[in-house]
């Protein structure tokens, strides 16, 4: 028996939302984010883009929450690296 190959992208719904809005803000800005733009973009409706984060506001903080966690780790990284 063998298993199936791993799909290329086996994130969430819930982390490829987020990251495609990561994306679109970083190409496009922050202005033109919408639910439908994201939704497009991650591939999923614009209702599960409001299920999974209730708001656009809801999706935007999920976004610089994960950011914040991104560069924490990057200068973690650095420190323990130490000088040089």
Avoid: N, Y
Wanted: aromatic residues 2%.
């Amino acid at each position: 028996m063998t298993t199936p190959a791993p799909s290329p992208d086996d994130r969430t719904a819930r982390a490829r939302i987020r990251d495609a809005a990561i994306d679109l803000v970083a190409s496009d800005g922050p202005a033109v984010l919408t639910a439908r733009k994201v939704a497009d973009a991650a591939g999923v409706s614009p209702g599960l883009v409001m299920h999974h984060f209730g708001s656009m506001d809801g999706l935007r903080a999920e976004c610089d929450a994960r950011l914040v966690a991104i560069i924490r780790e990057a200068k973690r990284e650095a420190m323990a690296a130490g000088p040089g």
